[in-house]
């Protein structure tokens, strides 16, 4: 918006921008491919996993072409901070917003300095972006929606040895309605997290257990918890208001990673957004464009992801394992190389489930695939 000529202000909670941010911080190579992204940020790359089932099972897989790069987030995140000011727009870190207010002609902002309250002061604009990630506090005070549900994200960084490729763990004892992983950042460096629809307090200990092989030493471990949006319900754009990233569910449903779907739909909303400044046309009809664009690119993605995912949350961990042994020799390792592609799921989890014995050894665990799904946490836990 601001390479466009637009006055545009970001306030950020942070003193610094990506300080703190709980994220695996894997990026598929398609974006890099076709986004401007800071390529010094890269740590790693991923091209080869093991996949390790409940019961015992390792499935390794190299992928015919790099699949991903894994980055230091922090670094990520101050260096598009970096390109938007080379671009005009003003910084205001260490803001924290207290509220909102949408009229007729313009959105107020009331916004302090972090450890200041009595610091409070206006910020008046034509147009509001929401890009607050999980934290929906906001959202409904300006007419917008809201994650359906949760899903319970634990990680920490470790030192490591002799861990050579990215490996994912399946199991209802690890990480139910979900998976765990194991991310080598090279200089014997490793992220350590899982994702699940139960309390990851719980099992963020037994997924240290089963990774002990590769921990260059044991003791404590300082993890880090959060919530990652599930189904977005409800309006993203509003009067005068937009909301990307997170805060409108552009989220893999799937794997959790949110980083190119909140890069897409940024897109999608500044071609809007830029549009209706220019009309000075700010109206909920003249924004919702961006909801339909960002629907018609990510929404078949999103939901069927989701479905997938809770198909697979189903499985016990007999037929987890029973699904890794197939893999190993009944063709599917092939259909997979032919189909995956990091950040689109939803052709290859079509294929598979069409794979006849798949199909078998699933049995009704994909009727959930049709059937509505079951309520997820609610949003009021956090």
């Not at 870190?93 to 300095?113: H, K, N, Q």
């Not at 607050?132 to 994200?153: D, I, K, M, Q, Y």
């Not at 079509?350 to 050894?361: N, T, Y």
Request: glycine share 12%; with cysteine.
């Amino acid at each position: 918006m601001a390479a466009q000529g637009f006055d545009t202000v970001l306030l950020d909670e942070r003193g610094r921008i990506g300080r703190g941010k709980i994220c695996t911080g894997i990026i598929g190579a398609e974006a890099f491919r076709t986004l401007e992204l800071p390529r010094g940020a890269i740590l790693n790359q991923i091209q080869r996993l093991s996949f390790h089932s409940p019961l015992g099972s390792v499935l390794d897989y190299t992928h015919p072409e790099l699949l991903a790069y894994v980055v230091d987030r922090a670094a990520f995140d101050h260096s598009l901070a970096d390109q938007a000011a080379a671009a005009g727009a003003r910084l205001e870190c260490g803001r924290r917003v207290r509220s909102l207010c949408v009229d007729a002609g313009e959105v107020r902002v009331e916004v302090e300095r972090v450890g200041d309250p009595g610091s409070t002061c206006p910020v008046r604009a034509r147009l509001l972006v929401l890009a607050t990630g999980v934290n929906s506090r906001l959202n409904a005070s300006v007419g917008l929606g809201r994650p359906e549900g949760f899903l319970n994200a634990a990680q920490a960084h470790l030192e490591v040895e002799g861990l050579e490729c990215t490996h994912c763990f399946a199991g209802r004892d690890l990480a139910p309605g979900a998976f765990g992983w194991l991310v080598p950042l090279g200089g014997g460096r490793a992220r350590v997290g899982l994702m699940t629809e139960a309390r990851s307090r719980r099992f963020f200990g037994r997924l240290l257990e089963r990774i002990e092989p590769y921990r260059k030493e044991g003791g404590a471990v300082e993890a880090h918890f959060k919530p990652i949006a599930q189904r977005f319900r409800g309006p993203s754009s509003a009067h005068r208001v937009i909301a990307v990233g997170e805060a409108a569910g552009q989220v893999k449903t799937t794997t959790g990673g949110g980083i190119y779907y909140g890069l897409l739909g940024a897109d999608l909303a500044a071609e809007v957004a830029a549009g209706a400044l220019r009309r000075d046309s700010l109206e909920a009809s003249d924004l919702r464009p961006y909801q339909q664009l960002w629907e018609q690119r990510l929404g078949g993605e999103i939901e069927a992801g989701y479905l997938y995912r809770k198909a697979f949350s189903r499985m016990s961990d007999r037929q987890i394992d029973a699904l890794f042994k197939l893999a190993a020799w009944n063709g599917i390792v092939p259909l997979v190389k032919r189909k995956a592609r990091f950040d689109w799921h939803l052709e290859l989890l079509g294929s598979l489930v069409r794979h006849a014995p798949i199909r078998a050894l699933l049995g009704r665990q994909l009727d959930v695939v049709q059937a509505p799904p079951q309520p997820e946490l609610a949003a009021d836990r956090y």
